[in-house]
């Protein structure tokens, strides 16, 4: 699960300019000092590095000096704390690898990754902080309440300085609670610092965090001589100790797959026989049905028609399989039952029901304004990520709509019905069905046409999704004149994409937030799968501060609007050279957003 976290990384540069939306390495080679070939600090500088690479997997960090003044070279690389041994060991090979590559020549240079760092010089540096590059990734989504998150991730992270301080190892972590949250932080300074070296470090990376990300739910600054790190994670630890190996995946023992088995008598108890009062709502599946346990537990109970093709082991096997899934944005399968002829799942209730319940009621919908819309788009991304790539197993949902987002008291989102979704092993991304099961508006070219579903199909949905959130408009009932996707890119296209935004938001929204939301909702939606982007890649584009240039091409299914609206024509038959009309929409009203080049593939 760490993997997932890892990847909602924004990248800041040294002036928090959000420029690129890559992880970025800091290279420095010390040009001042070069050695010549031939000379014998190359020679030194080789068996130090060579020494390096031996020695840092075994704690996490390693000095080493070979020769003797003035040819010395002196050799320091550290792992972050949370890096796992063979992580370690690749990152300081990376690290090795690079500055061969970038500073052939130089007797001083340093380099920062993501994972580790690595300096060397022909003086001797053990001893002496350095934080003047740093690199700094945020989570992208901000905390929910800003001034206590503030003021308890402060407290926490002062006081681990100044234990850090004192500490041999150089090494702290900590918790602090907040509002059924906990924050997980830790310190790290390198071994060799004294005290004074370490808490100017510290205050120097501090101060960064403090202009760059201390308001989102995540971060890690990372310098050469010092790094901090808090998350909120439910079950996650930050630190991996170099010395121990795994132990992940305890969940499973924890959970034992019996305890998932659910009586009938149980769930014809919490649901009064199945009572038509305590009915939800009826999908594809079957209907669902609210319940209470005795212990007071709410639950939400799907009853599978009893014509539901699949067998029972079947659906035991692929039941307990999604049972592991677990991610905050994925509605969580509680349970399970398979007595007498029902076929009931049993998840957790969630009281704001589903999204297209809020969003497209008159009145409801005032309740979503930008932040909350946006933190829904992020937290479907998430869900979606993960069931397609940072879970073990590959999952394609095949019918991600608005009435499979459901809201929880916090309005945060939550994927539902994934559980019936195709599970994929492996590496296997795409798979054909016969049967097209899916909604109709949602669905991808490809797997109307041909069957052919893949992540990028789910993406195609998502993109769908994102533009109705936008909009506050179903795709079926948009104007009638065409559909929404095409309706999104004639506005795209003539530079005006922000009237698209639901009139009920107002006017309080970060313009280049809703800009790049549909954008992606733009991208997600061309013809062809392999022109969608990946979730991992919309990730990317979202925690990036900028827009890119490329722009999106038309989406499947496009209708021009020229006879039905006669002001259009003109808008939308220049419109194919997006390229300035970006530009255009976005000058003088998005004067903090840069155009950088889009994430690479
Ligand atoms: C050191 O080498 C670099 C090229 O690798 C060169 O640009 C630089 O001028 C050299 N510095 C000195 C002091 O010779
Ligand atoms: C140092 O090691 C690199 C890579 O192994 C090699 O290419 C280079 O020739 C070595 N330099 C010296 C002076 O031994
Ligand atoms: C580190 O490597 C050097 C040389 O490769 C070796 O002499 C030394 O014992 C190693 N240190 C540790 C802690 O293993
Ligand atoms: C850093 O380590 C994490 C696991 O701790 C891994 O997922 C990630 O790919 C590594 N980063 C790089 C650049 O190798
Ligand atoms: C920081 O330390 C003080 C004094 O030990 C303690 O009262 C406070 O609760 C700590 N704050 C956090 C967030 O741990
Ligand atoms: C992390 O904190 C816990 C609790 O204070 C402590 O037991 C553990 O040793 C710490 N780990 C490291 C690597 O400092
Ligand atoms: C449910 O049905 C059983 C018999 O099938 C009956 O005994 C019981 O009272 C019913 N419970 C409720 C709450 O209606
Ligand atoms: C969501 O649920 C919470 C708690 O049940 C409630 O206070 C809030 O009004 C609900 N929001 C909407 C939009 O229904
Ligand atoms: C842009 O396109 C939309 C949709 O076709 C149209 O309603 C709008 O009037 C156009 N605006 C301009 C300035 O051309
Ligand atoms: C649209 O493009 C045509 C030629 O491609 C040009 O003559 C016309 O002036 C353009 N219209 C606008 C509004 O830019
Ligand atoms: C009413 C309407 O515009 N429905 C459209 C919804 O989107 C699909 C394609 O995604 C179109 O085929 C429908 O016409």
């Given at each position: 699960m760490d993997s997932l976290q890892l990847t909602f990384l924004l990248c800041l540069t040294q002036v928090f300019s959000f420029t690129k939306c890559q992880l970025q390495n800091i290279t420095s080679c010390n040009s001042a000092i070069n050695f010549t070939s031939g000379s014998i600090f190359p020679v030194n500088l080789n068996l130090t590095l060579a020494s390096l690479v031996a020695n840092a997997s075994i704690s996490g960090f390693a000095t080493s000096s070979f020769g003797q003044d003035p040819n010395n070279a002196y050799g320091l690389t550290r792992c972050r704390a949370y890096v796992s041994k063979e992580e370690c060991q690749t990152c300081v090979e990376t690290a090795v690898g690079k500055m061969r590559q970038l500073c052939p020549s130089q007797k001083e240079a340093f380099i920062l990754l993501e994972n580790c760092s690595l300096k060397y010089s022909n003086q001797n540096f053990f001893s002496t902080a350095d934080s003047s590059s740093k690199i700094g990734y945020c989570n992208v989504v901000k905390a929910s309440q800003p001034a206590l998150f503030q003021s308890v991730l402060l407290s926490l992270i002062l006081n681990l300085s100044s234990s850090v301080i004192l500490s041999p190892s150089r090494l702290v972590n900590s918790s602090a609670y907040m509002d059924s949250k906990t924050i997980y932080a830790m310190v790290q300074c390198?071994?060799?610092?004294e005290v004074k070296g370490c808490s100017n470090c510290l205050r120097d990376i501090i101060t960064y965090m403090l202009t760059g990300c201390?308001?989102?739910?995540g971060s890690r600054i990372l310098s050469l001589s010092c790094d901090l790190r808090y998350e909120i994670y439910l079950r996650e630890t930050i630190l991996v100790s170099c010395k121990s190996d795994g132990g992940h995946n305890h969940d499973e023992s924890i959970r034992?797959?019996?305890?998932l088995l659910i009586s009938l008598r149980k769930l014809k108890e919490a649901t009064r026989n199945f009572s038509e009062e305590y009915k939800l709502g009826k999908g594809g599946f079957g209907s669902v049905y609210k319940g209470t346990l005795s212990n007071g537990r709410e639950i939400a109970v799907k009853r599978l028609s009893s014509s539901s093709a699949q067998g029972l082991q079947e659906l035991k096997t692929e039941v307990l399989l999604v049972a592991k899934l677990l991610h905050r944005n994925l509605v969580r399968l509680l349970g399970f039952c398979l007595e007498e002829d029902e076929k009931l799942l049993v998840y957790e209730f969630l009281p704001n029901g589903s999204l297209d319940k809020i969003l497209f009621d008159q009145i409801k919908r005032f309740s979503l304004e930008w932040e909350r819309r946006y933190r829904i788009i992020v937290g479907i991304v998430r869900g979606l990520l993960y069931l397609h790539q940072d879970s073990q197993l590959r999952i394609i949902h095949r019918d991600l709509k608005a009435s499979n987002i459901l809201l929880d008291e916090e309005m945060n989102p939550k994927i539902a019905d994934f559980g019936l979704a195709k599970l994929f092993s492996g590496s296997q991304t795409q798979g054909n069905t016969l049967r097209v099961a899916g909604t109709y508006g949602y669905m991808a070219p490809e797997y109307i046409q041909h069957g052919h579903f893949s992540t990028k199909s789910d993406v195609y949905s998502f993109s769908i999704l994102v533009l109705e959130i936008v909009t506050g408009q179903k795709n079926w009932s948009s104007n009638n004149l065409a559909n929404l996707q095409s309706h999104a890119w004639q506005h795209w296209a003539n530079g005006t994409?922000?009237?698209?935004?639901?009139?009920?938001?107002?006017?309080?929204?970060?313009r280049y937030e809703v800009l790049k939301c549909i954008q992606i909702g733009l991208m997600c939606v061309q013809d062809g799968p392999a022109d969608r982007p990946s979730m991992s890649e919309v990730i990317m584009m979202l925690s990036s501060y900028t827009i890119s240039s490329p722009a999106p091409a038309r989406p499947a299914f496009y209708v021009p609007m020229e006879k039905e609206e006669p002001g259009s024509a003109k808008g939308y038959s220049?419109?194919?050279?997006?390229d300035q009309l970006k530009t255009s929409s976005l000058?003088?009203?998005?004067?903090?957003v840069t155009i950088s080049e889009l994430c690479p593939r």
């Open positions: 390198t071994p060799t610092l201390n308001l989102n739910e034992s797959k019996e305890s994409a922000l009237e698209l935004l639901d009139p009920t938001i107002g006017d309080q929204f970060p220049n419109g194919s050279s997006s000058q003088g009203s998005v004067n903090e």
